[in-house]
């Protein structure tokens, strides 16, 4: 089959053609390019179209793909909201995402940003640069004296948790699915996440963002937590109410706020701002701040985890175009 990849990153190029080289029966293509109904004019002949979740596909995408008769569409991450779904439907697509790629990388960071929170390194880091090497006043908290409430207890979350443990953390966690016999057993559930906000030092969110869930941090669940409390947020900027937390901050009763994704991150993060002005004045006030950490939604982003995108999602492929059922399809 051939198979035709589109808006690579240089960091992919490594593992395309190591899939390719692996896989010489097969052809495959690829183009720093987004999907649009102009570059589909490069896709005469071609079985699949591989893309990223920053392509939005519409209707007249899809249309214009099944009028060159293809019919195959695979991403290289989990997130299928770019996705008219109903016009891939009603063309005949077979979808598939990657919704396992590497659940550590995102809680080793997750974890990262604690630990950096608690050592109130952005702090230090400022005045060791400007040759300050005085100790007072960052001085930091352990994290085995810490309760870490975990909202969230998936595939990411239960690696957290893992960690944390292993750090001699107290962890207690919270799910609208309480359906891990293991937490049941060491007592770890709340029944409510009111219980987890007025008992955790460290809030970390391992969720998909939802209707229902969207900006479930807000200034009310604020005021429910401790004023010393840490906030880490690596699965999606919608979560949380930046404004809210800003005040929070502001006024003291928010500790610190880490955080690898962001509610308009959208062409901003992955791009090189370097002198020229941000076009986003909250993301400028948390930059500021000595009490938020900032990273670039970089959670994700391991040798290991973009080798499994590559390799799931071209796999998917050619399962698809051989009759089979992948595990990562999507069903629409």
């Not at 214009?64 to 293809?70: D, E, P, R, V, Y």
């Amino acid at each position: 089959m051939k198979i035709y990849v589109t808006n690579v990153r240089e960091d992919e190029v490594q593992f395309i053609n190591a899939w390719q080289e692996a896989h010489g029966e097969h052809e495959v293509a690829y183009t720093t390019d987004m999907l649009t109904l102009e570059t589909i004019q490069k896709l005469d002949g071609f079985d699949a179209v591989n893309i990223l979740q920053l392509n939005q596909i519409s209707t007249d995408v899809f249309g214009a793909l099944a009028n060159k008769g293809i019919h195959i569409m695979n991403l290289r991450n989990v997130g299928i909201d770019n996705l008219d779904l109903a016009a891939a439907k009603e063309f005949g697509f077979q979808v598939s995402n990657v919704p396992s790629y590497s659940p550590n990388a995102i809680a080793e960071h997750a974890v990262m940003l604690m630990m950096r929170a608690l050592r109130r390194t952005p702090e230090s880091d400022a005045r060791i640069a400007a040759h300050d090497f005085r100790w007072a006043p960052t001085i930091a908290r352990e994290l085995r004296m810490q309760t870490v409430g975990v909202i969230g207890t998936g595939r990411i979350g239960r690696v957290v948790i893992d960690i944390l443990q292993g750090f001699g953390a107290k962890v207690i966690v919270y799910d609208l699915h309480r359906s891990n016999a293991d937490f049941e057993a060491q007592g770890l559930y709340v029944d409510t996440l009111d219980e987890l906000y007025a008992q955790a030092d460290i809030i970390t969110l391992h969720m998909p963002e939802t209707a229902a869930n969207h900006h479930i941090i807000n200034a009310a669940t604020l005021a429910k937590m401790r004023p010393r409390t840490i906030l880490v947020n690596v699965s999606r900027g919608g979560l949380v109410d930046v404004d809210a937390v800003l005040t929070a901050l502001a006024d003291g009763n928010l500790a610190f706020y880490a955080l690898d994704t962001y509610e308009g991150e959208f062409g901003i993060f992955n791009a090189d701002w370097r002198d020229k002005k941000l076009p986003d004045a909250r993301l400028e006030q948390l930059l500021a701040r000595p009490d938020v950490l900032v990273t670039p939604h970089i959670a994700f982003y391991t040798e290991t985890a973009v080798s499994e995108m590559v390799n799931q999602s071209l796999d998917a492929g050619v399962a698809f175009y051989n009759g089979e059922l992948p595990s990562q399809n999507v069903e629409l």
